[in-house]
Nanobody, 121 residues
Framework: QVQLVESGGGLVQTGGSLRLSCATS????????MGWFRQAPGKEREFVAA????????NYADSVKGRFTISRDNTKKMVYLQMNSLKPEDTAVYYC??????????????WGQGTQVTVSS
């Protein structure tokens, strides 16, 4: 069983930055691919970024490529999402997930409760 707790969300102006953190529990953290997803009101949950268990491989949605960076610290069992050059369309609840290294919501077994990110124009 893996428990995930996100933090770091908030209100930021266009062009600003935020760093999301995801604290995890469980003894096999490094065996899980980790992902960040987001869901805006009235929209489906969408893929943002993923990182492999070792941290060697990463993948990003085209909409965030070059602006967001996913990373992990396996010794601390933490995952991060550094978000730069934020845009109003990045406004959403951001979720951390553990499972296979994938861009599909269906490949992740564990989810956090989410953290709100609001970007004002």
């Amino acid at each position: 069983q893996v428990q995930l707790v996100e933090s770091g969300g908030g209100l930021v102006q266009t062009g600003g930055s935020l760093r999301l953190s995801c604290a995890t529990s469980g003894r096999t953290f490094s065996s899980y691919g980790m992902g960040w997803f987001r869901q805006a009101p009235g929209k489906e949950r969408e893929f943002v970024a993923a990182i492999s268990g070792s941290g060697v491989m990463t993948n990003y949605a085209d909409s965030v490529k070059g602006r967001f960076t996913i990373s992990r610290d396996n010794t601390k069992k933490m995952v991060y999402l550094q978000m730069n050059s934020l845009k109003p369309e990045d406004t959403a609840v951001y979720y951390c997930a553990a499972g296979a290294y994938s861009g599909s919501v269906y490949r992740y077994d564990y989810w956090g409760q989410g953290t709100q990110v609001t970007v004002s124009s």
